[in-house]
């Protein structure tokens, strides 16, 4: 393997495919607020409870869940970029634009928006390649949907943001620990993969990939927090799970959290098409890549 590409799993992963109504009818839905800005999942549960959702779930159901986050992000990135909000005095300001902040606006913080765009379309790239997915199109979500009014007025859009960016943050530190207990899993069996699929060594470096997503989902809570003017910004000595214990299975799972965003009933929904389709007017380039794969 080229040591400067992404791993592609074994035929069994690139073969699965999330069905959506496999994902909802196991995630339930959870109810969230008008302006988002309490989505939690409640106490932590057990240890022992932990484990076992954490054990459930594969690494196929791992990469399609954080595939579906990262555009759930990229799609609510793109809206909040040219929606009502953006012309908010702490954005563009009065009758500004993503593309033409006014005197009374903020430029900075637009191009917090137009970065963490970027970042979220990257990361998804990632998890495609992860999973054998040759375009957006082959995605198992397209379109998302937001209660009413996010991306109208700055508190609802960055209650949102801080309720979305703490669930992915969450996910992924629980990631990171389940795909490093497999990598252990994988070595016991022998190193031979990982229900057939995924060395240790695989799992290894997605676990870093997690762990390098992690800290820019975490850049992109804090920059949120900068924009609504919450402080301190870094308001946090460690990141938390967010009550978040598996990613995919489980009644606390990441899934539980992303599963209103895909359903109706909470709101208007907004294509990911369209969102990729119009990216580049209201984006800005960002420098970086995944980690090197080290065998």
Do not use: W
Not at 193 to 202: D, K, M, N, P
Request: glycine share 10%; proline share 5%; aromatic share 8%.
């Amino acid at each position: 393997m080229n040591h400067n590409e992404l791993p592609t799993p074994g035929e069994a992963v690139l073969r699965a495919r999330l069905d959506r109504r496999r994902f909802l009818s196991q995630a339930g839905v959870v109810g969230l607020g008008a302006a988002a800005a309490g989505l939690t999942l409640g106490e932590a549960m057990p240890a022992r409870a932990q484990s076992s959702s954490q054990s459930a779930d594969t690494p196929t159901e791992i990469l399609t869940a954080f595939l579906i986050a990262e555009d759930l992000a990229t799609t609510f990135y793109y809206n909040g970029l040219v929606g009502k909000v953006i012309q908010d005095p702490a954005l563009a300001g009065p009758g500004g634009t993503a593309a033409s902040v006014t005197a009374d606006g903020n430029a900075g913080n637009v191009n917090y928006l137009q970065a963490a765009l970027t970042e979220e379309i990257s990361h998804a790239d990632v998890m495609r390649s992860g999973l054998g997915i040759a375009n957006p199109s082959g995605d198992p979500q397209q379109t998302f949907y937001f209660p009413a009014g996010t991306f109208d007025t700055l508190a609802a859009f960055t209650g949102t943001l801080n309720a979305l960016e703490n669930a992915f943050i969450g996910a992924y530190l629980n990631a990171v620990q389940e795909l490093a207990a497999m990598a252990v899993t994988a070595r016991l069996n022998g190193n031979t993969g990982y229900v057939g699929s995924l060395s240790a060594v695989e799992l290894e470096y997605f676990a870093k990939v997690a762990a390098s997503i992690l800290g820019i989902e975490c850049e992109h809570r804090v920059l949120g927090r900068v924009i609504s003017n919450s402080n301190p910004a870094n308001n946090l000595a460690y990141e938390q799970t967010d009550g978040i214990t598996a990613i995919y299975n489980g009644t606390s799972s990441a899934v539980v959290a992303l599963t209103p965003f895909l359903t109706e009933s909470t709101g208007p929904g907004y294509s990911l098409a369209t969102a990729l389709a119009n990216q580049k007017s209201v984006s800005l380039p960002v420098t970086g890549a995944p980690p090197v794969y080290l065998s």
